[in-house]
């Protein structure tokens, strides 16, 4: 059904170059070659001008597209349910503008240090019972201390795998010795964003550069761990660092097999505190092409549901995405309630994967 005859990239007819306007292409791909973009197999050779034609393309036709992409390569009825725990908080050396979590601002956020395994443990399997399959660990790190939390952090990993869960964590930068022994350890998935384009980048962090993000996830790559990394938007960047987002994501070889989408959570005390809420549509266009351009990776609705209407979440199922965080909590900040999400999810028809079924209250 979806075999096709693309031969080459610069085959492709696309839409004119409108880099920086917000505005949606007129002149959308049409079949046959929207046709080869799609159902190809995997492409890690994406331009700025195709992810730009796929973003801005009417928005009915893009999700169309997206979910195309979707239901080929996964069931659009499941989503993956993952929980997040802060096991170490605040603090953070680093200067990240959207981050409560950085020691440079004055946020709401209490330092915590590292948790212990029992505590994180009890987390985990409190995350099993409200139907997450994997358990993510996050902690304010610049970079993972070389010290015995790190064994302590590897005990948590072993632990969340022997309750049955994947186990992700997010601790900063790594080095080789740091994420092999993570892969010993059964780490299922390593988080480390690219956050944005490298130009917009320097906008938004100037503690730790753009290359120091990539050799971290090349580190993770070449441990056997899967690699979670996708970004932010709603900072003030314009749709080009979007495209260029997406472009340093699609361009990886192989994808990551996580890409989560983030919706800035805007935090008082932050630089980015005071920032209006993005459109959800464009979050919607966001996922879309994420799924598009990486159609098996697992695409992850990620912060910014609380600002989303049930509608714009629906949406963003339709576009393609297949995972989300439960719980009331990120890492500091709040996440719909797990009653909300269940209620929706049955709402939608959507099951949560692997899962046992729990009622709504
Ligand atoms: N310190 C580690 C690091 O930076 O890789 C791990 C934790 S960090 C909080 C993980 C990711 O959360 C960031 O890369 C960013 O994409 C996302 N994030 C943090 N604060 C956010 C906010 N206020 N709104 C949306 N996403 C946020
Ligand atoms: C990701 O991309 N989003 C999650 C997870 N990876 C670690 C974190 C979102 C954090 C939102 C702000 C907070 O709760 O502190
Ligand atoms: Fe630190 Fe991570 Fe927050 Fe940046 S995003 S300030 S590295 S905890």
Not at 159 to 173: H, K, S, Y
Not at 257 to 270: F, K, R
Not at 326 to 351: H, I, M, Q, W, Y
């Amino acid at each position: 059904m979806f075999s096709c005859g693309r031969q080459s990239a610069t085959h492709c007819k696309l839409a004119p170059n409108t880099a920086n306007s917000n505005k949606t292409a007129t002149s959308l791909l049409t079949p046959p070659v929207y046709d080869e973009i799609l159902m190809t197999t995997l492409r890690h050779d994406w331009t700025i001008q195709e992810i730009e034609a796929i973003y801005t393309a009417p928005l009915s036709d893009l999700v169309f597209r997206a979910a195309e992409a979707h239901r080929a390569n996964h069931r659009a009825d499941e989503v993956q349910g993952c929980m997040l725990l802060s096991i170490k908080t605040g603090g953070c050396p680093e200067d990240c503008a959207y981050c409560p979590q950085s020691a440079r601002y004055d946020t709401e956020v209490d330092r915590q240090d590292l948790m212990n395994v029992d505590e994180t443990l009890a987390a985990a399997g409190r995350a099993r019972e409200q139907g997450a399959t994997r358990f993510c660990m996050g902690a304010a790190w610049r970079d993972v201390p070389k010290d015995g939390r790190f064994e302590r952090v590897l005990e948590m990993v072993r632990g969340v795998r022997a309750l049955g869960m994947e186990a992700c964590c997010t601790l900063g930068m790594l080095t080789q010795d740091q994420a092999d022994a993570l892969a010993d350890a059964g780490l299922s998935a390593y988080n480390h964003n690219l956050d944005t384009s490298p130009e917009f980048y320097g906008s938004i962090i100037t503690t730790r550069t753009y290359q120091d993000r990539l050799e971290t996830l090349a580190r993770v790559r070449r441990s056997g761990v899967t690699v979670c990394s996708g970004g932010i938007i709603g900072m003030g960047e314009d749709r080009a660092a979007r495209y260029g987002l997406l472009r340093q994501l699609a361009t990886l070889n192989p994808h990551p097999e996580s890409v989560p989408i983030n919706m800035l959570v805007p935090v008082e005390g932050t630089p980015l505190g005071g920032r209006a809420a993005e459109d959800p549509l464009e979050l919607v266009r966001m996922i879309a092409t994420a799924r598009i351009l990486m159609p098996k990776s697992m695409v992850r609705l990620s912060a910014g549901r609380l600002a989303l209407s049930e509608e714009a979440q629906a949406l963003c199922f339709l576009a393609g995405a297949n995972s989300v965080f439960l719980g009331e909590k990120l890492l500091t900040t709040p996440n719909p309630e797990s009653d909300a999400d269940l209620r929706l999810f049955e709402k939608l028809g959507v099951k949560l994967v692997g899962a046992e079924p729990r009622a709504t209250t």
